[in-house]
T-cell receptor, first 114, second 116 residues
């Protein structure tokens, strides 16, 4: 069965510093990986996805994520954090060989400190 | 992408009553999903709503409690029946775009339900 883990409930970063939100996954087939962001009182917004190709994928709002097959990780990164990046971030995975449902991690709350 | 709207955006309901949540999409989509997000928790898939057939429910969710309709390719409803305070949650409608499993899902703004 597929699963996804976000080991940090909360991450605090000073504005202007680089940020990383961690995600590891487990699937039996090829992983399709996604990041979503949820702002207060809003639905989830799609940020980026990895399907195949370059391990570094770029997405919305200056975010990027690096796929690492050997470490089964898909960490979300941004070179310089903004206060407006403060939100709840979800990593998600789907088993590409099974056309199965997307499984979401428990979420990581990102606080950018001014 | 798809633009998704949900009604109502929030509601406060009494124990034992039912609430129907509507989800409208601005384009025809094959796959529609209903999720529950309890306070401070991740998303839990309730069911997949298929046009022209019965919804497919995940473990722990049953049709009697969460009946779903999918009358066409742009609309679905989720009913939360015989509500209890444990049903207080955010309910999210989501759609899949395209036929491939590599496609991301898009989400509506959610319906915040409080049961007293």
């Amino acid at each position: 069965a597929q699963s996804v883990a976000q080991p940090e409930d909360q991450v605090n970063v000073a504005e202007g510093n680089p940020l990383t939100v961690k995600c590891t996954y487990s699937v039996s087939g090829n992983p399709y990986l996604f990041w979503y962001v949820q702002y207060p009182n809003r639905g989830l917004q799609f940020l980026l996805k990895y399907i195949t190709g370059d391990n570094l994928v770029k997405g919305s709002y200056g975010f990027e994520a690096e796929f690492n097959k050997s470490q089964t990780s898909f960490h979300l990164k941004k070179p310089s954090a903004l206060v407006s990046d403060s939100a709840l971030y979800f990593c998600a995975v789907r088993d590409g060989n099974r056309d199965d449902k997307i499984i979401f991690g428990k979420g990581t709350r990102l606080h950018i400190l001014p | 992408s798809a633009v998704i709207s949900q009604k109502p955006s929030r509601d406060i309901c009494q124990r034992g009553t039912s609430l129907t949540i509507q989800c409208q999409v601005d384009s025809q989509v094959t796959m529609m999903f209903w999720y529950r997000q309890q306070p401070g928790q991740s998303l839990t898939l309730i069911a997949t709503a298929n046009q022209g057939s019965e919804a497919t429910y995940e473990s722990g969710f049953v049709i009697d409690k969460f009946p779903i309709s999918r009358p066409n390719l742009t609309f679905s409803t989720l009913t939360v029946s015989n509500m209890s305070p444990e049903d207080s949650s955010i309910y999210l409608c989501s759609v899949g775009t395209g036929a491939g499993s590599y496609n991301e899902q898009f989400f509506g703004p959610g319906t915040r339900l409080t049961v007293l």
